[in-house]
């Protein structure tokens, strides 16, 4: 397998603008988990899907953050309209229950 | 709560030589996981070792192996061998109800040569 994997890597952008953030998870992984990771806050978890369906959003930092997964091979992370403060890198993860987290590359993204 | 604790936010280590990393969580779980991820400067979480609440065995892999205490809620990492591709940051997480995962603020790992 592939592995998670993510697009794009790197994204510069200016404030106010839409940002869509793209992952395809493990085949057969029912779990997906958004993360962002900032050297104030650490790794934080945004939302997970189980069976494309989203559980716990409590961690999406506000309104302009949203997430959908239409099917199983497919998530996106969307904020609109960025702000200077959204830079951070962006993970997806997938996961089997009870197994390991397997992190994709990460979207590094630059919002001026 | 559940939380994970890493408190060296730093650590240096010698070429060849063993570094253990320390780890600490706190939890009124009975059944979890804990792991032990990697990331270089290639910003990739790369996943380093697994351990299984329930197993009294340290996991070993390679190089790396753990030193898990469940009573004292400790869950440390040990280098051996010290490898330059080593440097990197270390996060330890803990998993509990199969899914939910919290993460360490990290240590930073530089091996000198």
């Known amino acids: 397998d592939a592995g998670v994997i993510q697009s794009p890597r790197h994204e510069v952008t200016e404030m106010g603008q839409e940002v869509t953030l793209r992952c395809k998870p493990i085949?057969?992984?029912?779990?997906l988990f958004w993360y962002r990771q900032t050297m104030m806050r650490g790794l934080e978890l945004l939302i997970y899907?189980?069976?494309?369906?989203?559980?716990?959003d409590s961690g999406m930092p506000e309104d302009r953050f949203s997430a959908k997964m239409p099917n199983a091979s497919f998530s996106t992370l969307k904020i609109q309209p960025s702000e200077p403060r959204d830079s951070a890198v962006y993970f997806c993860?997938?996961?089997?229950?009870?197994?390991?987290?397997?992190f994709g590359p990460g979207t590094r993204l630059l919002v001026l | 709560a559940q939380t994970v604790t890493q408190s060296q936010p730093e650590m240096s280590v010698q070429e060849a030589e063993t570094v253990t990393l320390s780890c600490t969580y706190d939890t009124s779980e009975s059944n979890y996981y804990l792991f032990w991820y990697k990331q270089p400067p290639s910003r990739q979480m790369i996943l380093v070792i697994r351990q299984e609440a329930y197993k009294q065995q340290n996991a070993t892999e390679n190089r790396f192996s753990v030193n898990f205490q469940k009573a004292a809620k400790s869950f440390s990492l040990k280098i051996s061998d010290s490898q330059l591709g080593d440097t990197a940051m270390y996060f330890c997480?803990?998993?509990?109800?199969?899914?939910?995962?919290?993460f360490g603020a990290g240590t930073r790992l530089t091996v000198k040569p």
């Open positions: 997480a803990f998993m509990f109800e199969g899914y939910d995962m919290r």
């Open positions: 993860a997938s996961s089997s229950p009870l197994e390991t987290q397997y």
């Open positions: 085949s057969g992984h029912d779990y």
């Open positions: 899907f189980n069976n494309n369906v989203p559980i716990d």
